[in-house]
């Protein structure tokens, strides 16, 4: 059996391993030594991703709903029935009446096809992913701030920084090589600051450890600002070549002095000084954050924050130095970057910008539309309303991962046609009227894009499983049916086209990513070698801009029905909605169910034991879940991962959006908890 | 038992005769990564390779390994599966050789596992003397390497344009038989030569010594302070690796996984005493429920607990465990940890 190099499909690291496969079976995972990411590490998901590969649960042929139950039926029926809904809806309704979830899960050139078939054969702008639930505010943020909104700095430049703020990432848990060069710097004598209203592990190897109350991240960053400039300890040379705006930006922020930031925050005003003080005073300073800051109804105002505060300090443009958002899923940076979004084409380039709109349709010999499309809470807002009245969701599972779980499954059950393409019948799936099976990422050639914005390759290890098609030829087989002819032989052939389409991939080609450890976009032609770090010399958009913002409150603050903020996440040993995790053997022994994070003292006010059943209600709906006695969580907070199905966190939270990014507040609700 | 020679010319033509009988496992290299793989072509071998991520203990003991077969029917039929298929491995390095004559004593003491012995007695070892050995490698003091003293059936030193084959059982001695007419004998100054390559290799280890032993005494004596077990759990993530690379970790969970309709497979695989699963009796209750008990166990098994059972440290100094650490707590920085009294 050839062993071929592939990316592991969790979270944004994108550690290079082979998988060991006898027959089909996938059957072991070998970490690769020289791979920079991966070093011969993985963390306990990428040691143990060969058990769901094969899992006797997969989807293995089409399933069609007849008389209300899914039945197995041919390709053939599958996708003539699909491309026949999807025509009539759009004849009768309009273009804007389809709506398409596209995947962070799955490949450049699946999101990219997705992207195109959304924009040519629907006719709609109407596509958008889970980066809307995780770094939309980063995207809106940064790019205002700077010009792009992906990582400034590479992953291992982490090893040699001086201070690392971390804020709003539980790194060591979910992004383990991430948090393990971080533990690295620790060792050689970096300064760790971490603010992070939980207790994380990273807190034992903390300078400081700020534990601001959740909601209220722009009030701490806008101080540690007020204190470098009362402290002289801004650089006032890089402000003025690098930056604009910023006497106005300072009026704000001044504002912010550390006993009135105490009060709003809880953070003692000792603790902001001497962070303010460490991270000004050292030179090469990265800002590691990740959905603690990006959640929230004010998130791009949380990003803007922290660009501005990263630039008072004078601290992007270099190595070892800069603003460093950690994308969660393997590929939520590459299909951002693929344009499966409502307002980008790939590669950020605006979908209303003319010269934009020309250069695609030039290519795809079509009159793409130019309305700015609907995001993924919008969508499903929409289809509640009776507005969008088909899907096709690739590979999300919203009916978990999305806010306020009752309310989209009254969305998806309010369409006249779901498509849906997995390789599980999720939840989501279950709802809908065809359900197409998809590859695995050992099924199928692709690239991912890592957090750092390496474009690496995907290798097919093992032959499709059944009747399963890689999501590229799925959109493909769609896309002909509705007579959009698209034919690609292979995803190189994606690939070229995104190149030549997208100019910060205009140098990436499969011989080139074959060669070594993938690419870093920016990457503009043949001979360009990838780029390590941004912003040198020039910021992207030219200077780098200053926002000032002020600390607005959560969507939903306590009160005495719902006295408690509940915080959703991840945790170290599962992975989103489960469906990959969940199957693997070592994973669920691990944590098999569920579980909220209660502090000691409410636990003890309430009479809850540890283990012991409690109901958590908020105002949109209740869970059952086990209590797990905790000091990580601070007293009137409550944490839940979203993992499990049978205590879905997402019944809980609100939709409620931050206006500019459209993220939904996933890290602040308020909620009740009651004994059993 | 009898040393040879053979030309290097000569050994991919050994091998190629060696594939003709019996299925050939020898080191790959795949963009600069090396792992042990089953061979097709026999010039996708490659001999000059520092020693692979995953040991070849994976083709005694893999991953995951369906045991059984079965059919829920009225009365289950079961149906076990063990490979019987012959094998010869060439290139297994000296640490590993010394990790299989471990998991030998632990899989044939009081219950023989006929899934590892099985495929043990079918299996040929060719081991390839590191004459330049890797950088987290502390085998010379573990005493299993550069060069491995028993263990081995055929042993090979490179001396630059050829092999010298040393012959450590009957296995070996048939294996050549394969192909005597590559083979020529020693000479005195063929030996002289040897020891030169070996003497050279062991004065370049990177690693100081790592005293196993002190640690082990140290252990057994409780002079190990608490705190170094909390200072390991805060860097331990948990990620299994150092069990899964280790040459003599022998521990495997069993799961049983449905194949379709009545009819299921029985896999064991692969698992880690770092994590919580592994103590956790079934109805919750964990004697190990803390990271810092389970750290702990694990070094103290490691260390010092296989002494009182095999008369050895079951650490053979591979150094794997220093490339897979996330937290930089291998055996060799604890060892020397123990040893300093931190």
Request: glycine share 6%; with cysteine.
């Amino acid at each position: 059996m050839r062993k071929y190099l592939t990316i592991c499909p969790y979270c944004g690291c994108g550690c290079g391993m082979y998988l060991e496969a006898k027959e089909n079976d996938v059957l072991g995972v070998n970490p690769s030594y020289h791979h920079p990411i991966s070093r011969g590490k993985l963390c306990v998901k990428g040691w143990n991703v060969h058990e769901f590969i094969n899992s006797s649960d997969r989807l293995t042929y089409p399933l069609i709903r007849k008389n209300g139950s899914l039945k197995r039926t041919s390709w053939e029926e599958a996708i003539d029935y699909s491309a026949e809904k999807l025509l009539k809806i759009k004849k009768d309704y309009g273009s804007e009446s389809l709506g398409i979830l596209s995947s962070a899960k799955c490949t450049n050139e699946e999101n990219f096809l997705l992207s195109k078939f959304t924009r040519i054969a629907l006719g709609t702008n109407n596509i958008d992913h889970c980066a809307r639930l995780c770094h939309a505010s980063t995207v809106t943020g940064l790019k205002m701030a700077f010009g792009s909104g992906a990582m400034t700095n590479s992953i291992n430049e982490l090893e040699n920084a001086d201070c690392i703020l971390v804020a709003g990432s539980n790194t060591t848990s979910q992004h383990p090589m991430i948090g393990a060069r971080i533990l690295n710097a620790v060792e050689k004598g970096a300064k760790l600051i971490v603010v992070d209203s939980r207790k994380i592990h990273l807190c034992n190897f903390a300078t400081i450890h700020l534990c601001p109350k959740p909601g209220t991240d722009v009030a701490w960053i806008n101080c540690l600002m007020q204190i470098m400039v009362s402290e002289k300890l801004a650089d006032i040379e890089y402000i003025k070549r690098r930056t604009e705006n910023f006497e106005e930006t300072r009026r704000l922020f001044e504002l912010y002095t550390p006993e009135y930031t105490e009060k709003i925050t809880g953070i003692p005003k000792e603790n902001l000084i001497k962070a303010a003080r460490i991270y000004a005073g050292t030179r090469k300073a990265m800002i590691v954050y990740s959905m603690g800051i990006t959640q929230h109804v004010h998130g791009t105002e949380n990003v803007l924050a922290l660009a501005n505060l990263s630039l008072l300090a004078g601290h992007v443009g270099y190595p070892h130095s800069g603003v460093n958002p950690l994308r969660g899923q393997n590929n939520v940076q590459g299909a951002c970057d693929m344009g499966a979004l409502p307002d980008m084409l790939s590669g950020y380039q605006p979908i209303r910008n003319l010269e934009n709109q020309i250069k695609f349709n030039k290519a795809w010999k079509t009159t793409i539309p130019s309305k700015t499309g609907l995001t993924v809470v919008e969508m499903i807002n929409e289809a509640v309303l009776g507005n969008i009245k088909g899907m096709f969701i690739m590979g999300e599972n919203p009916m978990i991962s999305d806010p306020d779980i009752n309310h989209v499954k009254k969305a998806l059950e309010n369409l006249d046609f779901l498509l849906v393409s997995d390789m599980f019948l999720t939840d989501t799936a279950d709802l809908a009227h065809v359900v197409l099976p998809a590859c695995s990422f050992a099924e199928k050639d692709g690239t991912f894009t890592n957090t750092e914005r390496r474009v690496q390759r995907v290798r097919k290890t093992i032959n499709t499983i059944g009747e399963c098609l890689p999501d590229w030829q799925i959109i493909c087989k769609l896309s002909n049916k509705m007579g959009h002819e698209m034919s690609y032989e292979h995803p190189r052939e994606i690939m070229e086209e995104i190149a030549l389409l997208t100019p910060i991939y205009g140098g990436i080609f499969y011989d080139r990513l074959d060669e070594g450890w993938g690419l870093q976009w920016p990457c503009y032609h043949r001979d360009h070698l990838g780029t390590s770090f941004l912003h040198q010399e020039t910021f992207i958009r030219g200077k780098a801009h200053f926002t000032p913002v002020k600390q607005s409150p959560s969507y939903e603050e306590t009160d005495k029905d719902y006295p408690f903020i509940l915080t959703t996440g991840r945790i170290y040993f599962h992975f989103h909605t489960g469906t990959m995790s969940r199957r693997c053997s070592a994973l669920d022994r691990e944590v098999p169910e569920g579980f909220a994070s209660i502090n000691y003292n409410d636990a003890q006010d309430l009479d809850i034991k540890e283990g012991e059943k409690i109901k958590i209600i908020s105002r949109r709906g209740e869970i059952e879940v086990r209590a797990s006695i905790s000091e990580a969580v601070c007293r009137g907070a409550i944490f839940v991962s979203f993992h499990f199905k049978e205590s879905p966190a997402n019944k809980l939270t609100s939709s409620a959006l931050d206006p500019v990014s459209k993220i939904p507040e996933l890290k602040v609700c308020a909620c009740k908890v009651e004994k059993l | 038992m009898k040393n040879y020679i053979l030309d290097k010319n000569f050994l991919k033509p050994f091998l190629r005769k060696v594939m003709k009988k019996e299925r050939l496992i020898a080191p790959i290299e795949f963009n600069k990564d090396i792992i042990f793989d089953f061979i097709d072509e026999i010039d996708e071998i490659t001999t000059n390779f520092t020693n692979s991520i995953i040991s070849p203990k994976r083709f005694f003991f893999p991953q995951s390994d369906t045991i059984l077969e079965y059919e829920k029917t009225s009365h289950v039929k079961v149906q076990p599966i063990v490979s019987y298929e012959r094998r010869v491995i060439f290139g297994i390095r000296s640490c590993d050789v010394y990790g299989l004559l471990n998991l030998d004593k632990f899989y044939s003491l009081g219950y023989e596992d006929i899934y590892y012995l099985q495929r043990r007695e079918n299996v040929t070892l060719i081991n390839l003397v590191c004459s330049d050995p890797c950088e987290n490698g502390f085998c010379i003091y573990a005493k299993s390497g550069p060069k491995a003293e028993v263990g081995f059936d055929l042993q090979f030193t490179d001396l630059g344009d050829k092999y010298f084959v040393e012959v450590g059982s009957v296995k070996g001695e048939e294996l050549i038989k394969i192909a005597e007419l590559f083979f020529s004998k020693i000479i005195e100054k063929d030996e002289e030569r040897r020891f030169e390559v070996v003497l050279k290799s062991k004065s370049c280890f990177s690693h100081l010594y790592v005293d196993l032993q002190d640690a082990a005494l140290k252990l057994k004596n409780n002079l190990v302070s608490e705190n170094l077990w909390q200072e390991l759990a805060d860097r331990c993530q948990r990620c299994g690796g150092c069990n899964y690379v280790c040459p003599t970790c022998t521990c495997f969970d069993v799961v049983d996984k449905d194949i379709e309709g009545q009819r299921g497979r029985r896999v064991r695989l692969w698992d880690s005493c770092v994590l919580g699963g592994f103590t956790r009796l079934a109805g919750g209750y964990n004697p190990r429920s803390r990271i810092e008990d389970r750290v702990k166990r694990k070094f103290y098994h490691k260390l010092s607990y296989e002494i009182e059972k095999f008369q050895a440290t079951s650490c053979v100094g591979c150094g794997r465990c220093t490339t897979v650490c996330l937290g930089n707590i291998d055996t060799a920085s604890v060892v020397r940890r123990i040893v300093l009294g931190e």
